[in-house]
């Protein structure tokens, strides 16, 4: 059986950019059992409330939520389990030294099927303070304004 090209997204955590101004981003790949693979491919995954964490050299994810397998019985996982992030030593070394500086912290940014592996985009973020939010806010806004006069102007 041929291997599908491709990226197909699973889950987005728009709630990262909210939060936090993402200042380098990592690929990863995730250790699974196979129900929650087939439960990956439903679509049934949120990364809203996780975080990334990195101990004894290697990387994991808590928090990340994948729905049980319908037709998994005896073999699905517990949904929220901890699981181990796939990356290579350089780069966790690179993420560690990065991490001991003030304010910065891994989030999840996706999850996304990639050649029918699973993926996670990690991103090392610094927090933003609440005028940030509103000056991001505004921003939307003005843009969402002209926009619709853009929108308005064109219909006459």
Do not use: W
């Not at 987005?12 to 990863?28: G, M, P, R, S, V």
């Not at 995730?30 to 087939?38: F, N, P």
């Not at 439960?39 to 409330?49: A, P």
């Not at 998994?72 to 796939?86: Q, T, Y």
């Amino acid at each position: 059986m041929a291997k599908t090209k491709g990226i197909k997204l699973i889950a987005n955590n728009k709630k990262a950019f909210h939060d936090y101004f993402i200042e380098d981003t990592y690929e990863a790949g995730i250790a699974l059992a196979g129900t929650e693979v087939k439960s990956l491919r439903m679509g049934k995954c949120s990364i809203k409330e996780s975080f990334i964490r990195v101990e004894n050299g290697e990387v994991f994810i808590y928090g990340m939520n994948i729905s049980p397998y319908e037709k998994g019985n005896i073999f699905n996982k517990d949904p929220l389990r901890i699981r181990k992030l796939l990356m290579h030593s350089y780069e966790i070394r690179k993420i560690e030294s990065k991490l001991k500086e003030k304010g910065l912290t891994l989030v999840p940014i996706k999850v996304y099927f990639k050649d029918s592996l699973v993926k996670v985009e990690v991103g090392l973020a610094r927090g933003k303070k609440l005028y940030d939010k509103r000056q991001d806010i505004a921003k939307k806004d003005q843009k969402r304004e002209a926009e619709r006069d853009f929108k308005v102007k064109n219909l006459y």
